[in-house]
Each structure stands twice: as structure tokens, then as C-alpha cells.
């Protein structure tokens, strides 16, 4: 990933969020979207800092060809899963992944809608 300074210094202190980030490819080139890195307040005094900027990922050709394949011929997405230190170079773990089917997403609905029943009927219990 190309990051500025801040952003290192961010990362190191843990103050990076993945959560919702995607992946997609523009000119031949891959970039990672909605990876929120926040700023710490000593290193972004003389810095105009941008927490959700689009980051350009380092891939090589036959890497992001691989990922153009996934995304044209089987309909998937690239999602970011992991962030890690490698020596002195932070790693973004990204995988090509499927979305939810329809029955799926209501089996997810169901469970979230049982778990906040179950919150309220302990919470006027208490």
C-alpha cells in the first residue's frame, strides 16, 4: 500500500479500521477504498490529513490480472481481511469473495432481530 508518514505512525499506534473497506481496479492499477486510518494528534499538526482517502495497493501485473479474472468471469468482489506488519512494511491481506445469496441475508436479519428481542426482555426484566 503507498501510505504517508501519518498514516504509519496511525497504523503502528493501532488506529487503522479495514471494516467495510473494498478493493477495485481502475487503469490497470488496483486501489483500496473506505480503510479509515485516523490521525494522532502530534504527527497531523502540520499535515492536511484525510482518514478515508483511496489508497493505491503495490500489486504486480500478473497479481492484479489474477484479481481482474475473479471480478469478470465469476462476479466477485475483492475485500480487504487483513492488515499486518512485515518488517518495516505494513501488508494488506485481501481476498476475492462472494456475496451474500438472498436466503442468507434474511437468515442474518432473523438473528439480529432475535438477539435485540432478547436485549429488551432482559433489559425490563432487570
Known amino acids: 500500500m503507498q501510505l504517508q508518514g501519518w498514516e504509519i505512525k496511525a497504523i503502528r499506534a493501532g488506529k487503522a479500521n479495514i471494516t467495510d473497506s473494498y478493493v477495485f481496479i481502475k487503469d490497470g ?29 503495490l500489486l504486480k501485473k500478473r497479481e492484479i490480472e489474477e484479481l481482474m479474472g475473479g471480478l469478470d468471469r465469476q462476479g466477485l468482489t475483492i475485500v480487504a ?36 428481542q432478547k436485549e429488551r426482555m432482559m433489559k425490563h426484566s432487570a
Open 29 to 57: 492499477e488496483a486501489y483500496v477504498s473506505n480503510i479509515n486510518i485516523m490521525p494522532l494528534n502530534q504527527a497531523s499538526t502540520h499535515v492536511i490529513s484525510e482518514p478515508t482517502r483511496i489508497r493505491k495497493l
Open 81 to 116: 481481511t487483513a492488515m499486518y506488519w512485515k518488517a518495516c512494511w505494513v501488508k494488506l491481506e485481501i481476498q476475492l469473495a462472494k456475496g451474500k445469496q438472498e436466503h442468507d441475508k434474511r437468515d442474518t436479519v432473523k438473528d439480529r432481530d432475535w438477539a435485540r
